[in-house]
């Protein structure tokens, strides 16, 4: 926790202003009696501010996240940081060794396991210790994640913009699409914003990949939240050049109605128009052929990969545009918006 004296403290210890340690917090044990530790790193800055958790890879094979957030904990400079960075680059550790989305104990996800308790399963056991230790004693959180294996997104964040605090930290980050919703039951961010700690989900790119690009955009976007909270004073908010905030009733997952082969004709991050054909599904021998055509306007988040489906396998998730977002982002892409609207 933030002490009094600008110390941060945890059970084994305290960081103290104008320090950093990087830790290995033991949260669980292995089937030989070996600890399972969580690699931490608290940077407290020399001035006075508010405690910021940065988190990733609480999915083990969601990878972008950690070199974000080990970016931020190792390779920026300490000079001017008002308050102190909890970076937790690896939540899931038994899911990342394991290189799967799931604790590998009976596959359970970590990400509905919060806010955790002492007497509970494995994931709750570890969900509660470091809920505890790094995440309750936060003013502000960002949870990356990428999209599950063999889909991508584009950069988008994730946000209950019905909280105004949480709006701003959405808006802050500087995304062009942030996706409206409170965090599902027993997620981090849900946990983290009932617990009065504004949180945030950044969704990018695919799992078992590090993505340059939105490695990049992200930490640019972690920059402009330290800004906003006046954590890096001297540095600027970051406005997107367009930005739209989908609600529930604005998005969809168009579905596979047909099991059989894909051939997914957009990118992620594309917009399409209402008719147009996104991909199609064939079967083996090429000679049934199924379009799949966009219900409306709308932006790509998110894309199928692996080009196999069952019915009912999603194909893409699709989120609406309205006009004036739509020549805001043609624009965009011309390099013809304005600075500010
Ligand atoms: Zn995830």
């Known amino acids: 926790m ?21 830790l290995r917090y033991a949260i669980s044990e292995t089937y ?8 931490v790193t608290i940077r407290n800055g020399a001035e006075p501010g508010p405690t910021v958790f940065l988190s990733a890879a609480i999915h083990g094979d969601e990878l972008n996240g950690i070199e974000v957030v080990r970016t931020v904990a190792q390779d920026w400079p300490d000079a001017n940081l008002h308050g102190t960075l909890v970076c937790l680059p690896v939540l899931n550790v038994p899911g990342f060794i394991a290189q799967q989305r799931y604790l590998p104990v009976y596959d359970r996800d970590l990400n509905r396991s919060f806010p955790g308790s002492e007497t509970g399963t ?10 505890e ?13 990428t999209s599950t294996r063999g889909r991508t997104n584009m950069l988008h964040v994730r946000a209950d913009m019905d909280d105004p605090d949480i709006a701003r930290l959405a808006r802050a980050f500087g995304s062009n699409v942030i ?72 998005k969809t997952w168009l579905r596979a109605d047909a099991g059989g082969l894909v051939e997914m004709l957009h990118d ?60 805001a982002y043609e624009r965009a892409r011309e390099g013809t918006l304005p600075e500010r609207p």
């Open 122 to 131: 494995s994931a709750d056991r570890m969900a509660v210790r470091l809920y």
């Open 133 to 145: 230790e790094f995440i309750e004693p936060c003013d502000y959180g960002l949870d990356f994640h």
């Open 179 to 250: 996706i409206d919703g409170a965090g599902p039951t027993g997620s981090l961010r849900g946990a983290a914003c009932d617990g009065g700690t504004p949180t945030i989900t950044v969704e990018m790119g695919q799992a078992h990949r590090f993505e340059r690009g939105f490695i990049d955009r992200a930490l640019d976007g972690v920059a402009s939240v330290l800004a906003e909270y006046d954590c890096h004073p001297a540095e600027p908010v970051r406005w997107p050049g367009w930005r739209t905030v989908v609600s529930r009733d604005q």
């Open 268 to 327: 992620r991050g594309e917009l399409v128009r209402e008719g147009d054909v996104v991909c199609t599904i064939t079967n083996p021998f090429k000679t049934e052929t199924v379009r799949v055509t966009a219900p409306f306007d709308g932006l790509l988040v998110g894309v199928l990969e692996n080009p196999v489906v069952y019915p009912g396998n999603p194909l893409c998730h699709l989120v609406e545009l309205d006009e004036p977002t739509i020549r």
């Open 2 to 22: 933030a002490d009094g004296d600008g110390a941060f403290t945890y059970a084994e210890g305290r960081v103290e202003p104008g320090e950093t340690r990087n």
């Open 32 to 39: 030989l009696g070996d600890p399972v530790r969580l690699p």
